[in-house]
Each structure stands twice: as structure tokens, then as C-alpha cells.
């Protein structure tokens, strides 16, 4: 089974290194790694090129412009030819060395899945060994009661996404969570989930550096299950979907 790694990277040099070279220790070894970089200005192409040869062939370099991290990851994906698209932010990581090999042994087991998603712990910006709080997903439940996979650990066939559409670029904020929501809940994409974490993120994305990012990203959420025609775009959805939040702070120790 062939897996397609995707990584979006603008002005990324501070951080991208940690994330190739946990791509590059990976102990599963059928994939290709695709950079879709956005005409960075700092040298994180420079970076990128570094480690070109040490890939033997499986990564592959873009850099062009684009409308932003969502509209890369499409250009990312409709490159791939993996069997399981993936993503790897230019400031995450997997978590250990095994984390594709572990992915992969899933879909094999469970041959009728679309998806595996798992949990993900959240990091400091500038230690990732500092463990800040995690994401545990837990078992699937109705997305309008608040559940959500971890989005850098929703592992899905390539076929799901060349049915089913890709990141739609009117949410500019959301475009991840509108994604899986259509594909879960519209679309009822078979998932299975795997107890395990496999990615570390570092906290201080576009999302959640200003109290009106975080408005907006709510106003997409909800403005995301009435454009699907699903039930829980009302305002009692923001409860059930910062409860799980606050529970993570809970169990750092984990």
C-alpha cells in the first residue's frame, strides 16, 4: 500500500526541518513526499533541497504560487498517487518512527475502511518534547455533539477524496473541519480509529492567534453543517464542540 505525504510550506525554515525528519525516519518505506511550497522568501526551500537525496527518489518539490494552505494541500493531493493521502503540517511531526508503518498495518487489517484517524499530542512551540496537552479522539460519535478527529491524523484513501471533493476554499479557516465533516457525516465514510499518537502540534496556528480568527473559525463551523444540509448548525453546537477541548488539558499526563 502506497502512502502520499503531503506537506504545505511557506516561510517555513524555523520549524520544516523537524517535520522532513520525521518523515525521512520513518520505518514504513512505500511512499512519496510531496512539499507544495508557496514561493517561500526565507530559505525554506534551501532546507527542503538539503534533504532531497537522503529520499531516494520519493520526494518530490513544488514551489508556486497559491491562495493559501488549504488551496496547497489541494495541489498536494491532486499530485498524489498514493493509496492513503496524508498530511503533515511544515510545524508538526509524527510523533514516532513507526507512525505509517502502524497506519498502514490498520487498512490492511481492515480492508472496508476509508479512514484511520488517531490521537495526536499538542506541543510547545519551541520544545516538542514539551507535551502541552493531547488529543485523544476516541471512538466515532455524531459530529454535531462536539467529536472531531484529530485532522493531522486523518489518515483517508485517495479515491474518498476524488468522489467526494477536496478542501473547499470558501472557508478560509475551516476548510479542514468542513472537509470531514462532508466526508463523515454526509458522505458516511467508513472509519476506524486507532488508539495510538502519532503526531505532535505545535500550538500557535492561524486559527488560534486572535480572538476574531477563532469568531470567524466558529461562524465556518456552523456555517459548514447548513451548507451540507446536516443537523447542528446552530449556536448550541460551539458548547458541544469546546467541551471536548477543555477536557484536554486534563489528561497531559497521558
Not at 510531496?34 to 526565507?42: E, M, N
Not at 491562495?67 to 510545524?91: C, E, P, Q
Not at 487498512?107 to 499530542?121: C, I, M, R, S, T
Not at 514539551?130 to 491524523?153: D, F
Request: proline share 4%.
Amino acid at each position: 500500500m502506497k502512502v502520499s505525504i503531503v506537506t504545505a510550506t511557506y516561510n517555513s525554515s524555523k520549524t520544516v526541518r523537524d517535520t522532513i525528519e520525521s518523515v525521512l525516519s520513518q520505518t514504513y518505506k512505500d511512499y512519496e513526499y510531496i512539499i507544495i511550497d508557496g514561493v517561500s522568501k526565507d530559505n525554506t526551500l534551501e532546507i527542503v533541497r538539503e534533504y532531497e537525496p537522503k529520499f531516494e527518489g520519493r520526494m518530490k518539490i513544488f514551489s508556486e504560487k497559491d491562495k493559501g494552505i488549504y488551496d496547497a494541500m489541494n495541489k498536494g493531493f491532486h499530485r498524489a498517487t498514493g493509496d492513503v493521502l496524508m498530511l503533515i503540517n511544515s510545524d508538526d511531526l509524527f510523533a514516532r518512527p513507526d507512525a505509517l508503518e502502524l497506519v498502514v498495518k490498520e487498512f490492511e487489517k481492515h480492508p472496508e475502511v476509508d479512514g484511520v484517524y488517531a490521537n495526536l499530542y499538542y506541543v510547545s512551540q519551541n520544545n516538542i518534547d514539551n507535551i502541552v496537552r493531547v488529543w485523544k479522539t476516541g471512538v466515532q460519535q455524531p459530529m454535531k455533539r462536539g467529536w472531531l478527529p484529530a485532522h493531522p491524523t486523518f489518515y483517508v484513501k485517495r479515491e474518498c477524496y476524488e468522489k467526494y471533493g477536496y478542501f473547499n476554499l470558501t472557508y478560509p479557516l475551516a476548510a479542514d473541519f468542513e472537509l470531514m465533516l462532508r466526508f463523515v457525516e454526509k458522505h458516511h465514510i467508513k472509519l476506524h480509529y486507532l488508539p495510538e499518537y502519532l503526531v505532535k502540534m505545535r500550538l500557535g496556528g492561524a486559527t488560534s492567534k486572535n480572538i476574531q480568527n477563532i469568531y470567524r473559525q466558529d461562524v465556518e463551523t456552523i456555517r459548514a453543517f447548513k451548507e451540507n444540509n446536516l443537523p447542528g448548525g446552530s449556536i448550541m453546537y460551539l458548547f458541544w464542540r469546546y467541551l471536548p477541548k477543555i477536557k484536554q488539558f486534563f489528561r497531559k499526563s497521558e
